[in-house]
């Protein structure tokens, strides 16, 4: 079942300005990840984040987490034309959460258009 | 190379004629899964395994078939295809379930 939302759907900028895209989802969470997919293409993993984590870093990412409003944010820096894609957040409940699918549950993803 | 390598990336075939998707990764992952994903649906689970020989299903079960009889195989069964499965898939794997995934490239069904 689909947990993850992320907002905005689509997300068009100029490049060298920052991206910000959210994802809120609906029940307590073990990790959040955020994806992104080229147009066609498997999903590639970009940053994990824990529950009792806030803040993360990787390269030009950051990824906030705030399990309060149960929500997450990826903002990438200094966008570049290759950092046109989708973006997809997933969350994991746990080892093993009971009941119906289980794994990471995705959002249906951000849209993100980076103009030259 | 650590990877997910799935075939046939690209079919096209006619309601009813039973395909097998392969997957296989090569990273000795215990937990794979099979993804289809769908314009404004997102991606959405079909089946995963645990292990070997321990599968479940997901959100969209019907029609799809698999099994997990060696850890680095997954293959996806349609036994008799409709319409309605032609969509993009996906096998993932990761070390343990919620942990990180590595995707395959994709498989793009099309049922006529």
């Known amino acids: 079942s689909q947990q993850g939302e992320e907002d905005p759907q689509a997300l068009s900028i100029q490049e060298g300005e920052n991206a910000t895209m959210n994802c809120s989802y609906k029940?307590?969470?073990?990790?959040l990840q955020w994806y992104r997919q080229n147009s066609g293409r498997g999903l590639v993993h970009l940053i994990l984040?824990?529950?009792?984590?806030r803040e993360k870093h990787s390269g030009r990412l950051r990824v906030t987490l705030d399990t309060s409003k149960k929500s997450s944010s990826l903002l990438i820096t200094a966008s570049r034309a290759a950092d046109t894609a989708s973006y997809f957040c997933?969350?994991?409940?746990?080892?093993?959460?009971?009941?119906?699918?289980?794994?990471?549950?995705f959002g249906k993803g951000t849209h993100l258009i980076i103009q030259p | 190379e650590a990877q997910v390598t799935q075939n046939p990336r690209y079919l096209i075939t006619v309601t009813g004629k039973k395909l097998t998707v392969t997957c296989s990764q090569n990273?000795?992952?215990?937990?794979m899964s099979w993804y289809r994903q769908d314009p404004g649906l997102g991606l959405r689970q079909i089946y995963y395994s645990m292990n070997v020989e321990v599968t479940d299903k997901g959100d969209v079960p019907e029609g799809y078939k698999v099994s997990r009889k060696e850890k680095r195989n997954f293959p996806l069964i349609l036994e008799s295809p409709s319409p309605n499965q032609t969509s993009l898939y996906f096998c993932?794997?990761?070390?343990?379930?919620?942990?990180?995934?590595?995707f395959g490239a994709g498989s793009r069904l099309t049922v006529l």
């Open positions: 990273m000795n992952h215990e937990y």
């Open positions: 984040i824990r529950s009792n984590e």
């Open positions: 029940t307590s969470i073990n990790n």
């Open positions: 993932a794997s990761s070390l343990q379930n919620g942990q990180t995934l590595t």
């Open positions: 997933a969350t994991s409940q746990g080892l093993y959460s009971g009941g119906g699918a289980d794994g990471l549950t």
